[in-house]
């Protein structure tokens, strides 16, 4: 850890100290040490046990189907090398709504509840647009000024920006991604997660770079503020919302929960765990245009809007590799050169969903991929490559 880092973590533990918060100074230890090679596998599978959480609903009695089909998959990618390389800790693909291949790796189970990262920004747009669909949040709202419906943002880098701006990334807010750069605003933002503050405040703290809609400029906080506008726009808790609109409808096999801040605040841009299968659950409705298990879960219209291209492009004078060659959507991405029907949800360390739906196919993944950034991210795209070949594989078969 660097000398300034140290520092930090000093002063933290001092202040802890000062008000007699031991169970405050081992989460920072623990916090600390989630990337460490030799814990990190057992951490993603056990943050409820390093965080504060809150659990989701039980999964139903029944669970809704994911039949496996009969037959080893066929494709010409090198899978074991892949799983060794990436870190994999949980590898699940169906075709046509069945199970072709499934494993896991190091220890883990299918019932294990594996983080996902930013995984669940696409989860939070996509319980957006139920809530709209369902005429509890006005079907207008995406024009709307944020600090309209939360004062508290006056003033701040979102005063002027609009709900679509947020869900496009591209909100114009000053904002540093790096994972490594412990000083970065996101390392900031995670030690209020994990250590102690209110993600709500720490929103209203961050200023303006761009002009709203100017670039599309991923900062994970454009999501939490989408979760606190419908925070503001129901009067509902969003454990609540996502138990009632997400989780109960989709039948989920195991039970998860989700991250939150001191003030038990969900945090929905990357605090969601639950099973690979429960991921490829969702994934299938995705690819299922919204249906799942006979039940309409959210319209084929916000399915379409969310995989659509609808951010601008970024920055070329800072984008990196992966992102100035992916395209966005809403809180979704879409590979280079995309297929029709074929788009993602990635979170850090190797998490994804992808959807190919002309080839019926749907891939979950659980990683932890220490690598993730090696080439600016260009891991990103050559995984996303051996998706599509794995989906085009199955299709041909």
Do not use: C
């Amino acid at each position: 850890m660097q000398a300034s880092a140290l520092i930090d973590t000093a002063k933290i533990i001092g202040e802890r100290l000062l008000r007699l918060d031991i169970t405050g100074i081992k989460r920072l230890s623990r916090v600390n040490s989630l990337f460490a090679p030799q814990k990190i596998v057992w951490n993603f599978s056990h943050l409820d046990q390093l965080f504060h959480a809150l659990p989701f609903d039980m999964p139903s009695a029944v669970p809704s189907p994911l039949p496996e089909a009969k037959g080893p998959i066929t494709t010409s990618v090198d899978l074991d090398r892949y799983f060794i390389d990436r870190n994999v800790k949980s590898f699940l693909v169906l075709k046509d709504g069945a199970i072709r291949h499934e494993q896991y790796f190091h220890g883990t189970r299918p019932e294990d509840r594996n983080i996902s990262w930013s995984m669940s920004k696409s989860v939070t747009a996509l319980l957006l647009g139920i809530l709209i669909d369902k005429g509890l949040i006005p079907a207008d709202i995406l024009e709307a000024e944020v600090q309209d419906h939360l004062p508290a943002l006056k003033g701040s880098g979102y005063d002027g920006v609009r709900l679509l701006d947020v869900l496009t990334m591209s909100s114009g807010v000053r904002f540093d991604e790096d994972y490594v750069d412990y000083h970065s605003d996101i390392n900031r933002m995670g030690r209020i997660i994990g250590v102690g503050g209110s993600m709500d405040d720490f929103a209203a703290t961050l200023t303006r770079q761009w002009p709203p809609g100017t670039y599309m400029h991923y900062v994970t906080v454009d999501t939490h503020v989408i979760g606190m506008m419908i925070r503001a726009l129901t009067g509902q808790k969003m454990i609540d919302l996502l138990n009632a609109h997400v989780i109960r409808p989709m039948g989920f096999e195991h039970s998860g929960f989700v991250i939150t801040d001191e003030e038990q605040e969900p945090f929905v841009a990357g605090g969601f765990n639950m099973s690979t299968r429960d991921y490829a659950r969702l994934a299938q409705m995705m690819l299922q245009k919204g249906a799942w298990n006979g039940t309409r879960i959210v319209s084929e219209a916000w399915i379409d809007r969310m995989t659509q291209q609808t951010a601008p492009l970024p920055d070329p004078e800072t984008a990196k590799i992966p992102d100035g060659q992916l395209r966005y959507g809403l809180q979704w991405w879409l590979p280079p050169e995309a297929r029709a029907g074929e788009f993602f949800g990635i979170g850090i360390y190797g998490q994804y969903m992808y959807i190919h739906r002309s080839a019926g196919v749907v891939i979950a993944q659980n990683a932890a991929d220490t690598d993730f950034r090696v080439g600016d991210g260009a891991i990103n795209l050559e995984t996303l490559a051996m998706f599509r070949k794995i989906a085009e594989d199955l299709a041909g078969a």
